[in-house]
């Protein structure tokens, strides 16, 4: 079993940045690839970056390539999401999820959700 929770949404501007982290615990979190997906009012929730198990390759979404970063602290067992130049459409809540697989952005292939944090983008 593995418990996940998000902190650091908010109301940021465009162009802003700000940084969600993802506490994780459970005794064999280093064993699940942990991901961030997010939900937008009236759409599907869609992936954005995965760190996975093992090495913690990253993979990102072609939309927020090049302005987020994740990045995963195995010590403390914590995944954070840095997302920089936040445009409007950014606008979402945000989860933390984790799967036993290596590698997948489906999000029915996720075995454990966070309860999601809110980021609001003000143009």
């Known amino acids: 079993q593995v418990q996940l929770v998000e902190s650091g949404g908010g109301l940021v501007q465009a162009g802003g940045s700000v940084r969600l982290s993802c506490a994780a615990s459970g005794p064999t979190v280093s064993l699940y690839s942990i991901s961030w997906f997010r939900q937008a009012p009236g759409k599907e929730r869609e992936f954005v970056a995965t760190?996975?198990?093992?090495?913690?390759?990253?993979y990102y979404a072609d939309a927020v390539k090049g302005r987020f970063i994740i990045s995963r602290d195995n010590a403390k067992n914590t995944v954070d999401l840095q997302m920089n130049s936040l445009k409007p459409e950014d606008t979402a809540v945000y989860y933390c999820s984790a799967t036993g697989q290596y590698y997948t952005r489906s999000s029915t292939d996720m075995e454990y959700w966070g309860k999601g944090t809110l980021v609001t983008v003000s143009s």
């Open positions: 760190s996975t198990r093992g090495v913690g390759v990253k």
